[in-house]
């Protein structure tokens, strides 16, 4: 099959190891290369196998979900205990921009359609249970949170249910976290950079979703704005909050409320 990229790289089995593989795939979203990191189950994959791509924040790589938080050991447990059906997990870099493009098109990139359409394509290319009747999610921590529920609502055609984890929900929020100037991101239309927003404007064809907060997280109030914006539409969702704050350890716990959400989709 010919490959729908200049260039594709995949990483060899006899050196993989812990169900991780590796694409490197050129694509002009990106004017270059983007990196993803793929789990693949050690379970026998079926036809139309899910696949959930797992955003990460700010400072980050595609190494990040699996280095960090051991989420494919967590998936790889999961799925052993018949709690969640065999799933294969996406974790491509945010297109390396800065300190984080917010998965948004700025600056003569376009690291929105890098997610919602480059890594998918890839994905099939070198998964081939991964086929255009698979489901599709999307989910995410922070700047991934906040591309998670933006990308998810945007592009509902493309994902089944959408996750996000301590989210920024709006762009003023990546001045906490980043030195690049917030103009860098601002969008013709002000409100495609707001998660509540998109969400709103998206609300008839919206798939299901769900996020959370930790109660000492910098980003708490931000997510309980979101959740009573979203109420007051009458947007049906679900949103918690646990114990924890905006730190790996919540995160590595927390992913698993999405992937049993996506399971039950």
């Given at each position: 099959?010919?490959?729908?990229f200049?260039?594709?790289?995949?990483?060899?089995?006899?050196?993989?190891?812990?169900?991780?593989?590796?694409?490197t795939?050129?694509?002009?979203?990106?004017?270059?290369?983007?990196?993803?990191?793929?789990?693949?189950?050690?379970?026998?994959?079926?036809?139309?196998?899910?696949?959930?791509?797992?955003l990460?924040?700010?400072?980050?790589?595609?190494?990040?979900?699996?280095?960090?938080?051991?989420?494919?050991?967590?998936?790889?447990?999961?799925?052993?205990?018949?709690?969640?059906?065999?799933t294969?997990?996406?974790?491509?870099?945010?297109?390396?921009?800065?300190?984080?493009?917010?998965?948004?098109?700025?600056?003569n990139?376009?690291?929105?359609?890098?997610?919602?359409?480059?890594?998918?394509?890839?994905?099939?290319?070198?998964?081939?249970?991964?086929?255009?009747?698979?489901?599709?999610?999307?989910?995410?921590?922070?700047?991934?949170?906040?591309?998670?529920?933006?990308?998810?609502?945007?592009?509902?055609?493309?994902?089944?249910?959408?996750?996000?984890?301590?989210?920024?929900?709006?762009?003023?929020?990546?001045?906490?976290?980043?030195?690049?100037?917030?103009?860098?991101?601002?969008?013709?239309?002000?409100?495609?950079?707001?998660?509540?927003?998109?969400?709103?404007?998206?609300?008839?064809?919206?798939?299901?979703?769900?996020?959370?907060?930790?109660?000492?997280?910098?980003?708490?109030?931000?997510?309980?704005?979101?959740?009573?914006?979203?109420?007051?539409?009458?947007?049906?969702?679900?949103?918690?909050?646990?114990?924890?704050?905006?730190?790996?350890?919540?995160?590595?716990?927390?992913?698993?409320?999405?992937?049993?959400?996506f399971?039950?989709?």
């Amino acid at each position: 099959m010919k490959s729908k990229f200049k260039t594709i790289e995949v990483s060899n089995a006899e050196f993989e190891s812990d169900n991780l593989r590796f694409i490197t795939i050129k694509t002009p979203n990106l004017k270059g290369r983007g990196d993803i990191c793929l789990y693949v189950p050690s379970a026998k994959l079926e036809a139309n196998t899910p696949l959930v791509i797992l955003l990460h924040g700010v400072y980050g790589s595609a190494w990040i979900w699996s280095q960090k938080a051991g989420v494919h050991r967590t998936a790889e447990r999961m799925i052993s205990t018949n709690e969640i059906k065999p799933t294969v997990i996406a974790m491509p870099s945010d297109g390396l921009w800065g300190d984080g493009s917010a998965y948004l098109p700025h600056n003569n990139f376009n690291f929105e359609k890098w997610i919602a359409e480059d890594v998918i394509t890839a994905v099939k290319e070198v998964v081939e249970t991964i086929t255009d009747s698979s489901k599709v999610f999307i989910g995410g921590l922070s700047m991934g949170g906040y591309g998670a529920l933006r990308l998810g609502a945007k592009y509902s055609n493309t994902f089944s249910g959408f996750s996000g984890h301590s989210s920024i929900t709006d762009i003023p929020q990546m001045g906490l976290f980043v030195e690049e100037e917030l103009k860098n991101y601002k969008q013709k239309n002000s409100a495609e950079a707001s998660v509540f927003e998109t969400i709103k404007n998206n609300k008839e064809n919206i798939s299901p979703f769900r996020f959370d907060c930790g109660r000492n997280d910098e980003l708490i109030e931000h997510n309980r704005k979101l959740h009573q914006q979203l109420v007051k539409e009458n947007i049906s969702h679900i949103y918690e909050e646990f114990e924890g704050k905006h730190e790996w350890s919540y995160w590595e716990n927390h992913v698993e409320d999405s992937l049993r959400f996506f399971n039950k989709l």
